[in-house]
């Protein structure tokens, strides 16, 4: 084997083990906002623990030692808390967070084939806190890591999907329906007040005697209960007209939250199925490699026998 194909078989397992942290971390802000909104989630806590016990075999069989240790000490803090001997706290999830943070960084820095000191990460420092923390010992604070600009940092929004239904939309919608609530408020107050100036000047008439006055009141008693029939029927057709509107903007969101976890789980098949076929390529050189070194070692000893035996005649 030459040096180029040392280098290209190199670069390809780096190319692959790229990819496959992209993954990790896509398994990480999906699952990290569950567990930290409910932090008796075991199974959201599972997947982020999942992810690091990917991320620590992963590294160590690419001798991406830095993420592969950093991984390692991340999954045994986790379980601890899945094993019931540890309680979580903010420490906990500030250490989670600024690991996620760093990651990136750290496999840049693999890509590049440089030390995660030039990066600016003490990744030693990461390891004791999480050490610390495992072992219930007093922790401080750690400082948080400004990653440089255009590398991967922060965890995802909490929201649904990154590039789905934004937090903007959903307040449009919240404004948009207490406006409604509102509304139809002030509609059922005039309606109410309406209906009881009615009924009292219903009571004055009933008092009158029979004269042409009093004809002249319940005509218009009767075209202010029709006035108050129809303001009865606007009501009730603004507000189904308003709950329409509401829920053909609910349909709206839900089917372009479907439609993102198609995108997502498409995404995801294609990307695992490109994975496999590369593992199987990979697979299939490394055997190759090995059977054309086991049968150079068995040239080499047969040689090697022959000369021994032509020396010993």
Not at 70 to 83: G, I, M, P
Not at 88 to 95: A, F, G
Not at 124 to 136: C, N
Not at 189 to 203: F, I, K, M, P, T
């Amino acid at each position: 084997m030459n040096m180029d194909s040392d280098d290209a078989f190199a670069d390809e397992i780096v190319e692959i083990f790229v990819e496959e942290v992209g993954e990790v971390l896509e398994q990480i802000d999906r699952h990290y906002p569950v567990w930290y909104g409910d932090g008796r989630n075991v199974a959201a806590l599972k997947e982020v623990r999942r992810a690091f016990h990917t991320l620590k075999g992963s590294g160590r069989m690419v001798q991406a030692n830095e993420i592969g240790e950093l991984a390692w000490a991340v999954e045994n803090l986790l379980n601890r808390l899945l094993d019931g001997t540890l309680r979580i706290n903010d420490h906990i999830y500030e250490l989670i967070e600024e690991v996620r943070k760093v990651i990136p960084v750290l496999l840049e820095a693999f890509a590049k084939r440089q030390a995660a000191a030039l990066a600016g990460i003490n990744t030693g420092r990461l390891i004791e806190q999480a050490d610390a923390l495992r072992e219930g010992r007093e922790v401080t604070s750690i400082q948080t890591y400004q990653a440089p600009e255009g590398v991967e940092s922060p965890l995802v929004s909490k929201a649904v999907l990154g590039g789905g239904v934004q937090d903007d939309e959903l307040e449009q919608l919240q404004e948009q329906l207490a406006g409604i609530r509102q509304s139809l408020d002030e509609h059922k107050r005039s309606w109410v007040n309406l209906g009881g100036q009615v009924d009292a000047l219903r009571n004055q008439l009933n008092a009158l005697p029979e004269t042409m006055g009093a004809d002249d009141i319940r005509r218009q008693l009767e075209m202010a209960d029709r006035e108050i029939k129809e303001l009865k029927y606007f009501v009730k057709a603004t507000s189904s007209e308003m709950v329409n509107t509401v829920n053909e903007a609910q349909q709206r969101l839900t089917a372009r939250v479907d439609q993102e976890l198609r995108i997502v789980a498409d995404v995801s098949g294609q990307i695992k199925a490109d994975m496999t076929a590369e593992f199987t390529v990979l697979r299939a050189e490394l055997n190759n490699r090995i059977k054309a070194w086991s049968l150079g070692s068995a040239i080499a000893c047969s040689v090697l026998l022959l000369l021994a035996a032509a020396f010993l005649l």
